[in-house]
C-alpha cells in the first residue's frame, strides 16, 4: 500500500519542501511511479524564475519503478519517463509528433506534476524499462541524453564533418559525448577548467572562446543559453552551414537575417528527443554520464540541491527520493 | 570585330547611362557575352539604394550569346550564366560549393561588372547553353527561377505537404510556379489583384494575409523581404516545421529563438540556385515565367526600367540591351 501522502519540492512562485501532497491517483492508462532518483537541469532553475509560468511539483529528470498500474505485467519495472503527455487526438499527435501536441502537459513543466517527488504518474506508453546494466546513476541521464540525441535526429552528421559545441554546461557535456560517437572532427568551447578536466577526461577536445575558427565548422551546437553564446555559434559556422539551438534565451534576440539568407545558414530549434536511442547508448557503455555528477541530496533537500545547481561551473545535481536501492552516489565533487 | 566602347547602365553612388565604357576583355578561361535580354531584380534596386557597396554595371539575370571565346566551338551558342565566380582553391570551392566562396565575385553584385550592358564577360564555365525550345523573353528567367529551385534543394517538398508562400512578388510568383509541380497543398500571401490574377491564371490558390491559418504549414517560404512577412510567416509554420528565407532584410530583425527552440522550427536561408534544373523545367514548358513580363524597355532607357520596376505591384521589367533576334516581348502590361 502506497501512504497517503507524500513528499515533493512545490513551486509556486517560490520552491518549497511541502510534505502534505496527496499521492496522485493515476488515470487508468498511466502508472503509479516510486521515483529512485531525479536530477536536477537549467529548465528546473528557469522556472523557479518564472521564466515560464508553472504550478506544482518540479522535476522531469528521473528514473523510478512502476509502484501501481492496471497493466499488472509491469508493477515492480524500474522505469524512466518520456515526459510529453500529448492529447492523442490533434494533428500533431496523429501525426507522430505528441511533443509538439498544443494542449500537451509535460512533467514538471506544464499542468503536470514532476519528479522532485516521492510519487509522480505519467501514461505508461510514456514509461521505458530500463536495462539491468544502466544503473540509477546513469538512467537519471536518459531525458536530458535523448534531449543531445535530438539533434542527430534533426540533423545526422557524418564522420567527416567538423562539428563545434557551444557551452561545456550540462547539455553541453551531453553533447560531446553523443556527437563523439560520430567520428565527426569535435571541438567544444569550455569556459571553465572543470568543464575542460571533463572533456578531456571524455577524450573530446576542447577549445577556448577566443580560439575559435570563423566560418568552418558544418555543424555548431548552440547550448549555452547565453546572446554571447549565440554570437560565437553564428561567427563559427560556415557558409550553408548548419546551427542547432539546444538552449532557449531570455527575450528576443537581434538577428540579421540577411546575412543567414546570403551565407544560406540553416538555424534548428531542437528540444526534447528519442529515448529508446538514449537508452541503447547507456547500456551499451558508448556514453557514461555519471562523471557529471557532483552532489546527491536527499529530497528533504531539496532546496539546497536547487542552490548548488545553481552555482558556476556545477555540473548535475541529483535529488534522491528515496524509492531506490542505496547506490554508491558515484560523486566527482566537480565545481 | 567587337566595337571597343559599348552602352551600359553603371552605378556610382547613382545609377546612370554610360556609352563610353569599354567592352570587357575576357580572360582566357572567360567568354565575352552579347547581351540579347536582362531582367531587373529586387537586388539590383537594393544596390541602387546603396543597401551593398557596389559600383559598376548592374544586372545579373540575362540571356544572350557567345561572342567571343577560346573555346571556339561554343561562339554563337545561346546561354545564360551563373553568376557566381569563385576563386577555385578554398574550403567552399573545392567542396563544390563556390556560390559562398569567400572571395567570389558575383555578375553585377560583387566585384564584377553585370548584365545591364550591350556585353558582360563569365568563365565558360558559368555559361550554360539555352535550349532551342526556351524563347529569349523565358531563358532571361533562369536565374530567379534557380533561385527558387535553390528552396527545394534545401529541403524537399512532399506531395502530401502543407506550404505557403509569403509574398506574391517576382520571386513570390516563381515559387509558387516551381512549388506547385510537387503536388502540395499550396497556399500564396498575396496583396494586389494583379498577383492574385497571376497566381488564379498559374492554377494556385491564393490567401489573404488576415486569413493565414496558425501553425499548420509543413513548409513556409518567406519572399516578401519586409518584418511584416517575416511575422505571418513565422506564426504560420507548424510545430517542427521550416521556414525557408529566400529575401534579405534591412538590419537586423529581432527573433524569439527561444519559441523557436521549444517549437523545433528550422529556418533555412536561401540564395542562389542549380540552374540545369531551371533550363530543364523551362524547355519542358512545366514553368512559364512570361506572364511576369510587364514591361520591355531598350537598353538606353535602363533609368527608366529602374524606374517602373520600383512600382509596387511591378511583376518583372526587362532590358532589351540588342543582342538578339527582335522578337514579341510579350508583355501583359501588369501593374
Not at 11 to 27: G, H, I, K, Q, Y
Not at 73 to 89: M, P, S, T, Y
Not at 146 to 166: C, S, T
Not at 179 to 189: K, Q, S
Request: some cysteine.
Amino acid at each position: 500500500m502506497q501512504p497517503a501522502t507524500m513528499q515533493a519540492l512545490y513551486l509556486d512562485r517560490r520552491v518549497r519542501l511541502r510534505t502534505d501532497l496527496p499521492v496522485p491517483e493515476p488515470a487508468p492508462d498511466e502508472a503509479l511511479v516510486r521515483v529512485h532518483l531525479a536530477g536536477v537541469c537549467a529548465t528546473d532553475l528557469a522556472l523557479v524564475d518564472g521564466y515560464y509560468p508553472f504550478c506544482g511539483v518540479l522535476g522531469h529528470e528521473f528514473v523510478g519503478h512502476i509502484a501501481a498500474a492496471t497493466a499488472a505485467g509491469r508493477v515492480g519495472q524500474r522505469v524512466v519517463g518520456e515526459i510529453n503527455v500529448g492529447c492523442g487526438q490533434c494533428a500533431d499527435c496523429l501525426a507522430g509528433r505528441p511533443t509538439q501536441c498544443g494542449t500537451r502537459t509535460a512533467l514538471g513543466i506544464r499542468a503536470r506534476d514532476g519528479a522532485f517527488a516521492e510519487y509522480l504518474r505519467l501514461p505508461l506508453a510514456n514509461l521505458l524499462p530500463v536495462p539491468d546494466q544502466i544503473s540509477d546513476a546513469a538512467a537519471v541521464f536518459t531525458e536530458p541524453l535523448a534531449a543531445a540525441l535530438q539533434v542527430l535526429v534533426q540533423r545526422p552528421v557524418g564522420p567527416g564533418e567538423r562539428v563545434l559545441v557551444v557551452g561545456a554546461g550540462r547539455l553541453g557535456q551531453l553533447l560531446a559525448r553523443v556527437l563523439r560517437l560520430t567520428g565527426a572532427d569535435l571541438e567544444v568551447v569550455a569556459r571553465h577548467p572543470g568543464q575542460r578536466q571533463l572533456l578531456e577526461d571524455a577524450g573530446v577536445r576542447w577549445v577556448a572562446e577566443t580560439a575559435v575558427a570563423d566560418a568552418t565548422y558544418d555543424l555548431v551546437v548552440e547550448a549555452s543559453g547565453g546572446p554571447g553564446g549565440f554570437a560565437i555559434a553564428r561567427r563559427a559556422v560556415r557558409r550553408r552551414g548548419t546551427l542547432a539551438l539546444k538552449s532557449t534565451y531570455r527575450g528576443e534576440l537581434a538577428l540579421d537575417l540577411s546575412a543567414l539568407v546570403v551565407d544560406e545558414v540553416t538555424l534548428i530549434g531542437s528540444r526534447c528527443g528519442p529515448f529508446a536511442p538514449a537508452l541503447r547508448l547507456l547500456a551499451q557503455g558508448l556514453v557514461d554520464p555519471t562523471p557529471l555528477i557532483c552532489e546527491q541530496l536527499p529530497l528533504a533537500q531539496g532546496p539546497a540541491a536547487l542552490a548548488v545547481a545553481r552555482r558556476p561551473g556545477t555540473m548535475k545535481v541529483l535529488i534522491d527520493c528515496g524509492g531506490g536501492a542505496r547506490q554508491a552516489a558515484g560523486t566527482t565533487g566537480c565545481g
